[in-house]
C-alpha cells in the first residue's frame, strides 16, 4: 500500500481511536531518575520507525534495535516426563498482565508415544507470574491426564487438539462469560488433515466454551462444522481487535489476487468471534516472494512462517512475524523473527526491509534452528519484553522431537528504533550543503475539545548540548500561538516518559480539533540525540 493510502487511513484511526483517556501509572514501574512510569497503552504513540505517523523528516536517519535475549531463557521450559509438556512448550502462545499478575497460555505437547491420536496429544496449557520472568505452572485441577487432574491444562469444551492458540482479553463484551476469547488452530479432514479455526470463550481464562456446536471426531473438527472456506489455513499467528472487528493472522499458501511464491500472511475477520467472512486478506508479504519459483518447491525460498503477532497500541499495530529461510530439504531450513507495524489493522510493513528482529539460536541452544512468535508485549519498569518460542525444522520427520520452552527478549522500554542525526550530507561536494536543520512533523493528531492533554517523550542522549526543540502546529502548519517559536517547549532530559512543558504546565487545553507536532534536534552535541517515540495522552 502507498504511504498516501496508509495516512488516510491513519487519519481515520486516529479520529475514531484517540479518546480522552488519561495514561495508567504502571506499579512499581521507574525510570532511570526515579519517576513513575505510565502505561503507554493507553496513549496514543508516535514510534520513529513509523513514517506513517512521522511521514516528514529532514537530515534524519533511522536506526532499528535489536533485543538482547535473557539469561534466564528459556523462563518456561519443558516439564518432567509424564507431564503433559514434557515433549514441548510450544509458544504459540499469549501473555496478557492483569493487575500485578502475569497470564500465560500455550500449546503442551506429551510424551506419551503409545497415543496414536496425534491431535488430542496437543493440549492448552497455563502459566502465570509474579514479575514475567519466573513462571509456574499452577495446578487447576480441571482436565484429566494421566489418571489425574493434578496438572496446569485448562479445560477446553469440547476439547480439540491444539497446535497454535492465541488469548484475548476482552472487557468491551458485555457477556461475561466471554470476557476471554480463544482462536485455536485445529485440525479437519478432507483428502487430507487441514488446518482451520475454532473459536472458543470464556468468563476467567480457564475454562472454556466452543461458540459453535460443533461435535469433534478424535480432537478434529467435521468439515460441516467449519467457520472458515474449507482451505487448509493455519490460524492463530495473531488475535486482535481493531475497528470493531476481530482479525485472526495466519498462514497459507493458496493464491491471491497477486501471484506470491510460498507462506503469506492472511486475516480473516468476525464481527461477533462466532461467525467469520469467507474473504480474507492478505496482511504481509515478504519482497522475494514477488518471484515465483514453480511448483514442488514450496519449501524453497524467503516465506512468512505462520502470520503475525499483534501489539494493540490503540493507534498503531506492532507485529512480530516469522522469517522462514527455506531450502530444498528440512534439513536446511531455519526460522528467525522480523519487525512489522500497521496503521489501518491490514497492511503491514517492515520498517527496513528484509531486516531480522530477533535471530535463532546457535546450534546447541534452546532455541537453535528456529524462533516462534508468541502474542506477549509487556512493558515492565526500564525494560520491554518480547515472549517468544523455539522450533528447529531441522528435526522435521524425526520421531517425536522436543518443541523449545518460552523464552524473553528484550528492548529499553519502548525502543524499538530510533531517529538520530544524518550528516551524509556534509561535505565539499558539488551537490553537498551544510546541514542547516535536522527534524521533523508529524501526522495531523485528533483531539477532543476542552480536554486537558499531555505530550511525553521517550529520547536518549539530551543534555546541556543536545535537546529537543518542540512545536505545535495546527492541521495547516502553522504555528499555533503560545506553543512555537520563542514559545516552544525544550527537552534536555534523557527518560523513556519526558513530559513536554509549554509555559509553566504540562497539561494543555484548548487545542484545535487537529495538531501537529514539529520536533527539532538542537546543539552542538545533537547526534548523540536517539528519538523513540512520542506520546499523546488525554483526559
Not at 43 to 52: E, G, I, P, S
Not at 68 to 91: E, I, L, S, Y
Not at 190 to 209: E, I, M, Q, V
Amino acid at each position: 500500500m502507498n504511504p498516501a493510502r496508509l495516512l488516510a487511513r491513519s487519519t481515520v484511526q486516529m479520529l475514531a481511536i484517540l479518546t480522552a483517556m488519561s495514561c495508567a501509572p504502571v506499579a512499581g514501574a521507574a525510570d532511570p531518575q526515579g519517576a513513575s512510569l505510565v502505561d503507554e497503552t493507553t496513549c496514543q504513540t508516535l514510534f520513529a520507525f513509523d513514517r506513517v505517523s512521522i511521514p516528514y523528516s529532514q537530515n534524519l536517519r533511522l536506526e532499528m534495535r535489536s533485543p538482547q535475549k535473557h539469561p534466564a531463557n528459556p523462563v518456561v521450559p519443558r516439564g518432567a516426563a509424564g507431564t503433559p509438556d514434557a515433549r514441548g512448550v510450544q509458544f504459540y502462545g499469549s501473555v496478557i498482565r492483569e493487575g500485578g499478575k502475569y497470564r500465560m497460555w500455550y500449546v503442551a505437547a506429551d510424551d506419551d508415544s503409545d497415543n496414536k491420536v496425534a491431535s488430542a496429544r496437543w493440549r492448552p496449557a497455563y502459566a502465570e507470574s509474579d514479575d514475567g520472568v519466573k513462571w509456574v505452572k499452577p495446578n487447576l485441577g480441571l482436565v484429566e491426564f494421566q489418571g489425574n487432574k493434578n496438572n496446569n491444562l485448562i479445560l477446553m469444551d469440547p476439547p480439540l487438539g491444539t497446535v497454535n492458540l492465541k488469548v484475548l482479553a476482552d472487557p468491551e463484551d458485555r457477556n461475561p462469560d466471554r470476557r476471554y476469547k480463544i482462536s485455536t488452530h485445529v485440525y479437519f479432514r478432507h483428502k487430507s488433515r487441514l488446518g482451520t479455526l475454532a473459536p472458543y470463550a470464556s468468563a476467567d481464562g480457564l475454562r472454556w466454551k466452543l461458540l459453535t456446536d460443533a461435535r469433534p471426531v478424535k480432537a478434529e473438527l467435521a468439515k460441516e462444522d467449519l467457520v472458515l472456506p474449507g482451505v487448509h489455513f493455519e490460524p492463530c499467528g495473531g488475535l486482535y481487535k481493531w475497528d470493531g472487528m476481530y482479525f485472526i493472522c495466519g498462514q497459507n499458501a493458496l493464491n491471491a489476487t497477486n501471484p506470491y511464491h510460498g507462506r503469506v500472511s492472511r486475516t480473516y475477520r468476525s464481527a461477533d468471534f462466532v461467525h467469520w467472512l469467507p474473504t480474507s486478506n492478505i496482511a504481509f508479504v515478504r519482497e522475494p516472494q514477488h518471484q515465483l519459483l514453480g511448483a514442488g518447491r514450496s519449501l524453497e525460498g524467503e516465506q512468512n512462517h505462520e502470520g503475525i503477532s499483534v501489539w494493540n497500541r490503540r493507534n498503531v499495530l506492532l507485529g512480530v512475524c516469522g522469517l522462514w529461510h527455506g531450502a530444498k530439504e528440512w534439513k536446511d531450513i531455519s526460522v528467525d523473527l522480523g519487525f512489522l507495524v500497521s496503521n489501518d489493522g491490514l497492511d503491514f510493513r517492515q520498517p527496513v526491509n528484509e531486516s531480522v528482529f530477533l535471530k535463532r539460536g546457535d546450534d546447541g541452544a534452546w532455541d537453535q534452528g528456529g524462533v516462534l512468535q508468541g502474542q506477549g508485549f509487556e512493558n515492565v519498569g526500564e525494560k520491554t519484553y518480547i515472549y517468544y518460542g523455539a522450533w528447529d525444522p531441522r528435526q522435521t520427520g524425526q520421531k517425536d522431537p522436543n518443541r523449545g520452552g518460552v523464552g524473553i527478549a528484550m528492548l529499553p522500554r519502548d525502543r524499538f528504533g530510533d531517529l538520530v542525526v544524518e550528516e551524509a550530507g556534509k561535505g565539499p561536494g558539488a551537490y553537498q550543503l551544510p546541514i542547516i536543520q535536522s527534524e521533523f512533523t508529524t501526522a495531523a493528531i485528533s483531539l477532543k475539545p476542552n480536554v486537558p492533554y499531555r505530550f511525553l517523550i521517550n529520547a536518549d542522549g539530551l543534555g546541556a548540548e543536545a535537546a529537543l526543540r518542540i512545536e505545535l502546529l495546527g492541521k495547516d502548519e502553522k504555528p499555533l500561538p503560545g506553543f512555537a517559536g520563542t514559545n516552544a517547549a525544550w527537552v534536555r532530559q534523557s527518560g523513556f516518559q519526558t513530559p513536554i512543558v509549554w509555559g509553566e504546565s504540562g497539561d494543555v487545553r484548548g487545542l484545535p480539533e487537529q495538531v501537529r507536532l514539529r520536533v527539532s534536534f538542537e546543539g552542538k552535541r545533537n547526534t548523540e540525540i536517539r528519538f523513540s517515540a512520542l506520546y499523546v495522552a488525554g483526559g
